[in-house]
């Protein structure tokens, strides 16, 4: 069975920063394009970041455009979001995903195109 499991979220002031953590179990990233979305309360599901198979091609969504890095730990099948000078409008559950492909170049930013979740670690920035 397959799970991927967040964590690293938390309660932070605003300016600061926070890592989230992003393991597999049952199944190897190796074999994956992986993505990051936040759900707030009373929002849709939107995408975060997102990093190709490879690793080589990365997107990221203009609100958290050079504030969050997503990283792969092949080795340690973990996928990081790196998360700094965090605002309040960041709040909310942060979500990985895994989608299984043979592409090494595409990143994919639609939730309907993965195929796996994570259950969420809930992120609050306080003012």
């Known amino acids: 069975q397959v799970q991927l499991v967040e964590s690293g979220g938390g309660l932070v002031q605003a300016g600061g920063s926070l890592r989230l953590s992003c393991a597999a179990s049952g199944r190897t990233f190796s074999r994956d394009a992986m993505g990051w979305f936040r759900q707030a309360p009373g929002k849709e599901r939107e995408r975060v970041a997102a990093s190709s198979l490879s690793g080589g091609n990365t997107y990221y969504a203009d609100s958290v455009k050079g504030r969050f890095t997503i990283t792969r730990d092949y080795a340690q099948n973990t996928v990081y979001l790196q998360m700094s000078s965090l605002k309040p409008e960041d709040t909310a559950v942060y979500y990985c995903?895994?989608?299984?492909?043979?592409?090494?170049?595409?990143?994919?930013?639609?939730?309907?195109?993965?195929?796996?979740w994570g259950q969420g670690t809930q992120v609050t920035v306080s003012s």
């Open positions: 995903a895994a989608k299984t492909t043979i592409n090494s170049n595409p990143y994919y930013i639609r939730p309907t195109e993965y195929d796996y």
